[in-house]
């Protein structure tokens, strides 16, 4: 069988949005050049598109016409390597998932860049990134950038926080106090206040050891949601 059969056998059963690159049609092809050639030539006649150098996929057609990948299939190299994972997504993406910018949390960063339809941009993560505790330092960040969250006010997301971390298991918000340490200091203070208001207080004393007593944060309209957001210093 030709390389360009073989390689448009497989390109053929991928499903449509998924991202793919040589590595995932040379198992029996030798020649990566020849892999190379075969998937422009596919991109060349419509029925495959190059996102990026070495990067493919299949767009999904609808009646609006081509859809580019999910964000998770056009960035999924950037917080995966090895079967480790090395980011996770944060910042506006998680806030609309239709956003036009896209933030990814890692350990190492580097200059921001065009994808698709995507900037993407990196934000430092000084915690270690695991799977188990990417959905708490999401928590984290949304705390952190609550103020710009965009088409909610500060007291709407305040109380959707307040709310997913009084779903979190004990063990859980214990690891978020663990985590909120490498966090600036009005991410930790607005912690504590939600924890305190959900009744968690006694594993807060970390926290507020943490924190300058004489310093004031500016959290507008957080102390119509949380009571104990004086106690926090939060105005």
């Known amino acids: 069988m030709k390389y360009t059969e073989y390689v448009t056998n497989v390109v053929d059963r991928l499903p449509r949005g998924y991202v793919f690159t040589c590595a995932n049609i040379m198992e029996e092809v030798k020649g990566k050049e020849a892999v190379v050639k075969a998937l422009n030539r596919l991109a060349a ?9 070495g990067r493919y996929y299949k767009p999904v057609q609808s009646p609006f016409g081509e859809l580019e990948p999910d964000q998770y299939q056009v960035v999924k190299d950037l917080l995966e390597w090895c079967g480790k994972v090395i980011g996770y997504l ?21 200059s921001s860049f065009q994808r698709g ?6 934000v430092k993560q000084k915690n270690r ?16 950038c609550i103020k710009k969250i965009p088409d909610s006010s500060v007291q709407d997301s305040c109380r959707i926080l307040q709310n997913l971390i ?25 912690q504590g206040a939600i924890l305190c208001d959900i009744g968690r207080d006694e594993i807060t004393a970390k926290l507020k050891k943490s924190l ?3 310093t004031s944060y500016t959290i507008p309209g957080v102390s ?3 009571s104990y957001a ?6």
Do not use: C, H
């Open 45 to 53: 006649s419509g029925r495959i598109v190059k996102l990026a150098k």
């Open 212 to 214: 300058n007593p004489l």
């Open 166 to 190: 009084s779903d979190l298991s004990e063990k859980e918000q214990k690891t978020m106090v663990r985590l909120a340490m490498k966090y600036p200091p009005s991410t930790r203070a607005l």
């Open 224 to 226: 119509e949601i949380l």
């Open 230 to 235: 004086p106690e926090w210093s939060i105005k």
């Open 129 to 144: 990134i695991t799977r188990e505790n990417i959905p708490l330092l999401q928590l984290l960040d949304s705390l952190r």
């Open 117 to 122: 339809r995507y900037i993407i941009s990196f």
């Open 90 to 110: 944060t910042g506006l993406s998680i806030y609309n998932s239709l956003g036009l910018t896209t933030q990814i949390g890692r350990n190492e960063i580097r």
